[in-house]
Structure formats: C-alpha cells, structure tokens
C-alpha cells in the first residue's frame, strides 16, 4: 500500500471517528422515553381531607379561595375538569408513559408527550425551539410545554393552563399560573422537580417533587378524558362557605394535631422555625 | 495523517465527556473536580407530608411507607419516653431519615475530598467522603459511612451502609442496621432568583421495608447562616 493510499485510509478513519462521536453528541441527553412507575412514598396530594392545604404557600386571596371551596361545586358542569392541570402529573398518584416524536430525516426529537391517565390530558413537550403562543391564546387543561436540555436534564416549562386546582381539595391554581419542571434520572429513578409559580394565589413559588421508578409493564398512554355532565342538582347559586365559616377547617387539628395555620397554607409554616411555635 | 490528528485532536474534548459516567479524574481531588457546588446553608423547604416532618405524627400514622408486617410490630411498640430513657432519643435523625426532617443544613468541605453535612435540628454531623472505600470495618453508627462520587455532567451520589438501626419517621417507623441509603443531590435555578437542591433518597432494607422508601425532599439556599439554630434531638 502506497503512502498516499495509508494517508487516505487513515483520514477516512478519523472522519469515521468523528462522526460516531459527533452522532452520540446530537443524542447525548439519557433516554426518558417508557413507562415509569410510581413511587407513592411521599404525600403531595394532601390526606384528602376538605382543608388541608398544609405545605402549599398559599397567598392570602388563594387562601380565601380555597376555604370558601365547597366539593359540592364539582356538580357543575364548568368545575367538573379542573382538577388536572398540567403540573398534576407529578402530584397525582399514576404512573408516567413518555415517548418521543423524531424527525423523520434528521432524526432529531420534536417533542416528548407524557401520557394521560384518568382524567388528566396527554401533555405534550415541544422540543423544536418554538415559541410560546400569545397570553391571549386558548388555554387548556395541560397548557402549552416547551423544553430544552440542560445537561443531562430535560427542562420543561408550561404556560397556558386553565384555571384548576393547586390541590384538589379546593386549593386554588390562576390561568396565570406557569410551572417549570426538570426531569433527573438516576439509573432507573426518575425524578422530576416541579416549580409552580402563580402570581395570584401563591405568596411564593411552590416547589415539589416525586420520583418513579423504570417498569418493564407498560404504562397506559391515555386515560379516559374528562368529559363533564349535567347532574341536576346545582341550585341556583354556585355550592361555597364563607371563607371564614368553613366548618372543616379543624378537621387536621382534631385528627392529625395539625396547626390550623398549617392547614390553611400559611408560607411561614412551611420553614423549619415554625417548629417552635408549635404547641 | 494529518486529518487523523486534526480529527482527534477535535474529537478528544467530546471523548472525555461522558455523559452519565462518573468519569472523575483519579487525580484531581473530589473538591478540585466538583461540577456542581452544593456548599451553603440550605432550609428545608417542607411542601411534601408537612405532618411527618413538622411534627411528631402520632402513633399508628405510618402513611405511606411500605412497611412489612415486622416493621408495623415494631413502630406500634414505639415508646419515646424509653428511647429518651436509654439514650436513643437521635434515632430518627439517622442517615436513613435527616435529609427529610424540617431542619437547616450546612454543607463544606471539611476536606479535598470529605464533604460535610450539619443540621441544625439534631445537630448531626454526616461526612461524604469521596475516593474511600464502600465499607469500613468499625462500629456502626447513626450516620454511618457514606462513600460519594460525581456523576457527570452535574450531580452527586452518596452510598451510605455501616448504620445503626433507626427510625425512618420520628414515630417509630423502623429501619434495620443493615439498610442502605442511596441519595442523589442535584441542583437548580429557582424562577426569580435562588436556588434548590435536591435530594433523593433510597432506602433499601428488606427487614422492614416491602420496597426501596424513595422520597426526594427540596431545599432552599441561604445567603448565610444568620437563621442557624441548633437545637439538640428530641425522641418525642
């Protein structure tokens, strides 16, 4: 073999080498794609009780939302879809489906999609760098998602939701509310921290998280969708307490020995100093 | 040749990141080579079970921990006024179980290769040692020995074995001496300004847990230590 012949083999090599490594830096990101199951060790949903809005940083005008919130409300037809906004999949207690959309050229993802399940809407993850619509654009239970990668994390951020519920206890969520999520996995756990901001019902963005755990069972892809119906019972005045009338809201002090300030997701309850002034 | 060394010369920076490996250069110390920087004053930010956490839940409130039979025998059998009696009154702020407590933590490097971890409820002190070996022989104890690596790109694992059984819930929920407690810290941008860490947390031990506790908890940082407040462990 000539030198010229040796030269040319060994650049083809190299540009071969490149393209393997340049091939696993378009897709350096770890696969989030398959079904996730839940690891339901921690309470994010609240015991279930009519007020127990401890933990969630409720401003004072969430607060008197909530309080006045009455379970008879979801009879009617306009409140029997609100509670599952978009950030509801990480505070519910099912499992995740992920799959992805790939260019069919370049290979490139366009967009993740999170199953639903029950209720909740399919949420759809727009990957190709597009912007979000106008603030006067429709809004819808699982909003309008954009994500990026940062690193090994994928980072996703959801405008657009109808109004619904913080905690489906009556715990308020705007139509402004905005949520940033970031989706960490650590070898077969995946955890996704879940940032809600709410400039009308929230004194402080309200941070949660939850983890799930990769399953060789399928996930369901969709659930069966929120389809609301008239019952016949609504009167003529919508179902509420008077804020300060709620006759739940010792409900977590009898049975838990819960502070009512902590019921009632006050923000300074929910930093370690408030230890002391627990009773 | 001259397109292989230019190729590889190109190519060296990409080969060297591998993403999810841990991929720490043996030579550079654990606190030369940190990817991410986790020191600081960090606050519990209690959003998650804020009744398991807050206070002392009452007995008998073990939601939602898969506890097996035998552990349930032992949490119902709980009595903090014996666990004071005899001494015990730290065993929920064991390894297994400080990192989910409303508590500040204050996070240095007591080494090039050491992390240290105090809180301030408890006054625990857990070290997260980089390059040591995943067992010691020696006494166990209530934090036990916690072997710590990068992952790459930006996070940080923590391996802890060699504990001294505890509580995994101030009520008594137990946890074996031969549980182990894997933890991962990342952390991120907060919408407006700061920032969170977060940690998750396994805990495998099949005494008395159906399945691996897997809990994440999230922590504020602080610009100093002006809220510090040390308060020793109670077992009530």
């Known amino acids: 073999m000539g030198s010229n012949a040796m030269h040319c083999k060994m650049s083809w090599s190299a540009v071969a080498v490149l393209c393997l490594v340049a091939c696993r830096m378009a897709f350096a990101q770890v696969e989030l794609t398959g079904s996730w199951t839940p690891r339901n060790h921690e309470f994010l949903t609240g015991d279930g009780l009519p007020v127990d809005f401890t933990g969630i940083p409720l401003s004072e005008e969430g607060r008197i939302r909530a309080l006045s919130y009455s379970q008879s409300q979801l009879e009617m037809v306009e409140h029997q879809c609100q509670g599952w906004p978009a950030f509801y999949l990480v505070q519910g207690p099912f499992g995740l489906r992920i799959w992805n959309e790939t260019d069919p050229l370049k290979g490139n993802v366009i967009s993740y999609t999170i199953g639903g399940w029950e209720d909740r809407a399919p949420m759809t993850i727009w990957m190709d760098g597009r912007p979000h619509p106008s603030e006067y654009a429709l809004h819808t239970r699982s909003g309008f998602t954009t994500g990026k990668w940062e690193g090994n994390t994928l980072v996703t951020y959801t405008t657009h939701m109808k109004a619904g519920f913080l905690r489906k206890t009556g715990a308020p969520s705007s139509d402004e509310a905005a949520t940033t999520m970031r989706f960490y996995r650590h070898d077969d756990i995946l955890t996704i921290l879940e940032i809600i901001e709410d400039p009308i019902y929230l004194a402080e963005p309200w941070i949660l998280s939850r983890s799930f755990q990769l399953s060789a069972t399928p996930q369901p892809p969709v659930g069966p969708p929120c389809i609301t119906a008239y019952e016949g019972s609504v009167g003529p005045t919508a179902p509420h307490y008077l804020p300060e009338k709620n006759p739940w809201v010792d409900e977590m002090t009898t049975k838990y020995g819960v502070p009512r300030d902590a019921a009632v997701g006050k923000p300074e309850t929910l930093y370690p100093e408030y230890r002391k002034k627990i009773p | ?236």
């Not at chain 2, 301030?120 to 040692?129: E, H, K, N, S, V």
């Not at chain 2, 700061?194 to 031990?205: F, K």
Request: hydrophobic residues 40%; glycine residues 6%.
């Open chain 2, 1 to 236: 040749m001259r397109g292989f060394v230019i190729a590889t010369l190109f190519t060296l920076p990409f080969i060297a990141w591998q993403p999810g490996a841990a991929g720490q250069n043996s030579a550079a110390t654990a606190k030369a080579s940190a990817p991410i920087d986790i020191t600081g004053y960090w606050v519990a930010f209690v959003t998650e079970d804020w009744r398991f956490r807050m206070i002392t839940p009452r007995k008998g409130d073990y939601q939602p921990v898969p506890m097996t039979p035998e552990a349930r025998k032992v949490a119902d059998a709980w009595d903090p006024a014996a666990d004071e009696a005899a001494g015990n009154q730290c065993k929920a702020y064991g390894a297994a179980a400080i990192m989910r407590l409303a508590s500040r933590f204050h996070i240095t490097w007591q080494d090039d290769n050491t992390l240290r971890v105090d809180s301030d409820w408890g006054m625990q002190t857990r070290f997260l040692r980089f390059n040591a070996p995943s067992s010691l022989p020696g006494e166990r104890t209530l934090q036990g020995h916690s072997v710590a690596q990068w992952e790459r790109p930006a996070s940080l694992k923590v391996v802890t074995a060699n504990l001294r059984a505890g509580y995994l819930r101030k009520n008594g929920v137990p946890y074996s001496e031969n549980a182990v407690v894997t933890e991962y810290f990342d952390i991120a941008p907060i919408p407006g300004g700061g920032q969170v860490l977060l940690v998750t947390s396994i805990v495998d031990d099949p005494q008395y847990l159906r399945q691996p506790f897997t809990t994440s908890s999230q922590f504020k940082k602080e610009a100093d230590g002006s809220k510090w407040d040390p308060t020793p462990c109670t077992a009530k």
